[in-house]
Structure formats: structure tokens, C-alpha cells
């Protein structure tokens, strides 16, 4: 089950008496957690019904005694144990996970941490409600992920736009969907979303970022490339090495895919190496200019270089100035 069925069912007054809800993505725990503690109930009821912990401060039997309650004037009461994995001794509500009250909905929050599946205790939030364990997004589904969100908002945006806001966000969700909140609002009527929105709102810049950087690189455009690495340098927060390095890494990686691809057809190669067909023609214009052996060579600067920014035999020397170096050695 995932977390928008939770929801769904939840508007249909669908409830399980508990909702374990552990793992990477904070983003799906934390959705699940707010609309539990301002949607479930009314305002009147949850005057009386709604009971929150913070597992730091919480003290297990307390919680337990909370949930064996019966609702005030109203049909069920909701429980919110948030930051479960701060609380100590969270286990020993194991009585009330094997014998739940169908009055409450408790709903917990265990992030970065997992129930241990051989535990009596999991076994029995299995039986009597529900689990879900959430994983980080992959990169590769985060633009996917982020053009679900938009047309939620009845909002549309080009596959180019779409890139900017993936590379320069990454898959952090929460901070995704409060940049399309800010765009929404800032659009008024307007739904179609420019590249100019984006620099203007967000703070993205359309000509100096990683992705034109991935498209400098893929034309072995040198020129164009230090440029970029120059707005890099006098505008640190705008592309900081740490994440410019993996993106590039992601992009000729998928570089070295096209020559396993067995066809020049580029909607086969897009299907083949993961992207949205708009974009496979910088892959394939690279896989032509730099060759297998060249792919692999820059395969292992990026790695190389990777090594030195976080300070492994780099010196003293700026990130500015090994990216600098970095791309000279690429497209030599």
C-alpha cells in the first residue's frame, strides 16, 4: 500500500487502527503524518480526539494509555507519534500493536529506521494495521515524479524547464513541491511554466547551470563550459561541486549505455538508457564526439575529480579550479 491509497482511503472514512510508517523518504511520511493531524477529524473533534507525541520527549506507557482511550463525542480518536526512532523503548507497545482499539487511528513516524521484520512486534502491526516502508526516489524518477505534480496543479512545463528543476533540486520532494507551490501562486491564472519562471522564482539560472553544463560538455563546447564553471564560482550556492559531479557522472554514464544500444534509432536509445526522448540527442551527439574509449576516460576524471573535491589529494587547490582542470582534460 502507498501512502496516497492511505490518503484516499482515509477521505473515504477507511481507517486501520495503526499506521507504521517508517524508512528513507520523509517526504511520504511527513504527507501521511499532516493530513492525519489536520484532515482526519474536525476541528471540534479534534478539540477533544487528537493526542500528539514527539518520541524524544514521549514516554512509551503514556502513548499506550492514550490510545487505549475511547473517543470524546465523536466516532474515533486519531494518535500522532511523531519522530518514533527518538523514542526509547518504543517496543514495549507491543500489548497495544497486538490488540489495537478500533476507535483510535495511531499513527506513527519512524524515519531513517526499520522495524525489525523478525519481531513480534512487526508481525503484529502487520496484522492489525499498516506498514510502509519508504525508500529515497531515484534521480531517474524525480522528473517524472515532479511533471505528476505539476499537472495536479493543472500546471505544464516544457521537458527542458522539467530538467532544470530536477538537476537543480535533486530529489529532495518537500523542497520540490514548495517550489511548484511558490510557482502556482506566483503564475496567478497563467499555467504554462517558462524557463523564465523558474529563474525568476525558483532562482535557477537558464543559461548557467548543470544542465547547460551537461550540454557544453556533450558539444565539447570548452569555451562555453569554463564560462559556466566561472558563474559556478562567483555564485557558489548555484552549482556546488558536490552535486555537479554526480549529475555529470549520471549523464555520461548514460553515454556509455548508447553503444550498447545496437541502433541509431533515438527513440530505442531513449527507451534503452533511461531518458525523455527530447533529450537523447545530446547522449548520442556525445557517444559521437568522444568515442567508447573517450567516454571511459572521462568516466574516470569524474571519479578522479570526485575523489579530490572532497579533499583527497587535491591540495589546496578551489573546487572552481579542478572542475576548471577537470573539463580541459575531458574534451582534450
Known amino acids: 500500500m502507498s501512502v496516497e491509497k ?46 500528539i507525541f514527539y518520541g524524544r520527549d514521549a514516554n512509551w506507557a503514556d502513548v499506550l494509555n492514550a490510545c487505549r482511550r475511547y473517543p470524546m463525542f465523536a466516532e474515533r480518536q486519531v494518535v500522532l507519534l511523531k519522530e518514533a526512532q527518538q523514542m526509547k523503548e518504543v517496543e514495549k507497545l507491543e500489548p497495544y500493536m497486538e490488540n489495537p482499539l478500533s476507535s483510535t487511528v495511531l499513527v506513527v513516524s519512524y524515519k531513517d529506521k526499520k522495524l525489525d521484520a523478525r519481531k513480534k512486534f512487526t508481525k503484529y502491526v502487520k496484522e492489525n494495521g499498516v506498514l510502509i516502508s519508504t525508500k529515497k526516489m531515484y534521480d531517474r524518477d524525480v522528473p517524472g515524479w515532479t511533471q505528476e505534480l505539476l ?30 507551490s511558490k510557482l502556482s501562486v506566483n503564475l496567478g491564472k497563467r499555467t504554462s511554466v ?3 519562471d523558474i529563474e525568476q522564482y525558483i532562482g535557477v539560472s537558464k543559461d548557467y547551470n548543470v544542465f547547460e553544463l551537461q550540454t557544453a560538455l556533450a558539444a565539447k563546447d570548452l569555451s562555453r563550459a569554463i564560462r559556466i564553471i566561472q558563474y559556478f564560482e562567483s555564485n557558489p550556492k548555484a552549482g556546488p561541486a558536490q552535486l555537479i559531479l554526480p549529475s555529470l557522472y549520471g ?14 534509432d533515438e527513440k530505442t536509445i531513449a527507451t534503452h538508457i533511461g531518458v ?7 547522449y548520442t551527439q556525445a557517444a559521437r564526439l568522444y568515442s567508447y574509449p573517450g567516454i571511459e576516460k572521462v568516466l574516470l576524471l569524474l571519479h578522479q575529480y570526485n ?26
Open 6 to 51: 492511505i490518503i484516499t482511503e482515509w477521505k473515504k472514512k477507511q481507517f486501520r487502527p495503526v499506521y507504521w510508517l517508517e524508512g528513507e523518504e520523509e517526504y511520504f511520511i511527513d504527507k501521511a503524518v499532516n493530513y492525519a493531524e489536520h484532515h482526519i477529524l474536525s476541528e471540534a473533534d479534534a478539540a477533544f480526539n487528537l493526542t
Open 151 to 180: 499537472q495536479s496543479k493543472g500546471l505544464t512545463i516544457t521537458p527542458r524547464g522539467l530538467a532544470l528543476i530536477a538537476d537543480h533540486i535533486g530529489n529532495d520532494l518537500t523542497r520540490i513541491e514548495n517550489e511548484i
Open 194 to 196: 517558462t524557463e523564465d
Open 251 to 264: 549523464f555520461f554514464s548514460k553515454v556509455f549505455m548508447v553503444f550498447g544500444a545496437g541502433t541509431h
Open 276 to 282: 525523455n526522448p527530447y533529450f537523447v540527442k545530446d
Open 307 to 332: 575523489l579530490k573535491i572532497i579533499g583527497v589529494g587535491a591540495g589546496s587547490a578551489e573546487d572552481a579550479s579542478l572542475l576548471k582542470e577537470m573539463v580541459v582534460k575531458m574534451l582534450a
